[in-house]
């Protein structure tokens, strides 16, 4: 196999083990979230994110590699920080507890923006159009999901800029 193709399909089965890892956290960062615009951004995500997965198989088909993930050692962090942030969160209120949910969701995000551009990139190169525009059409949705949340932000952001300092509140 060309090296540009088994660092394609190496790096396939890193993603595959990424986005399975998703389909587990994103129910739990939902059920975490207190806004519930966010509680559904993140629901919505999960349905993509099992599309993501999907795309990932046909890519491999497209390939004539098999659809093995491979543990994913930057989404195990990743997504293990998400779950202190929902632990931390038990304990915080809405605002603080949501801003860290979308700090973690926007870590894993950048994660996959980096991960899908550079195989669309790599499949592009050794001519594999078809698997490009399914890797296109996910990196796509992963921005469009990055953007959602800082736009979710904003609002708490405004809310949590707005109340005192703790030290002051105890004043």
């Known amino acids: 196999?060309?090296?540009?193709?088994?660092?394609?399909?190496?790096?396939?089965?890193?993603?595959?083990?990424?986005?399975?890892?998703?389909?587990?956290?994103?129910?739990?960062?939902?059920?975490?979230?207190?806004?519930?615009?966010?509680?559904?951004?993140?629901?919505?995500?999960?349905?993509?994110?099992?599309?993501?997965?999907?795309?990932?198989?046909?890519?491999?088909?497209l390939l004539g590699a098999r659809a093995k993930a491979k543990p994913c050692k930057g989404m195990q962090g990743l997504v293990q920080e998400g779950q202190e942030k929902i632990t931390e969160g038990r304990e915080k209120d809405g605002i603080g507890s949501d801003l860290a949910l979308v700090a973690a969701a926007q870590k894993v995000e950048h994660y996959e923006i980096s991960g899908y551009g550079t195989l669309r990139t790599v499949a592009e190169k050794i001519g594999e159009t078809k698997v490009a525009k399914l890797l296109a059409q996910t990196l796509a949705e992963e921005e469009k999901t990055d953007k959602l949340l800082t736009e979710l932000s904003a609002p708490l952001l405004e809310e949590g800029a707005g109340e005192p300092e703790m030290e002051e509140q105890e004043a």
Request: charged letters at 35%; hydrophobic letters at 45%; a negative charge.
């Open 1 to 61: 196999m060309p090296v540009l193709e088994e660092l394609l399909v190496e790096e396939m089965q890193d993603l595959l083990h990424a986005e399975n890892q998703l389909v587990k956290a994103l129910p739990k960062m939902a059920k975490a979230a207190k806004e519930p615009k966010l509680k559904q951004a993140f629901q919505k995500h999960l349905e993509e994110t099992q599309g993501h997965v999907e795309r990932l198989k046909q890519a491999f088909e």
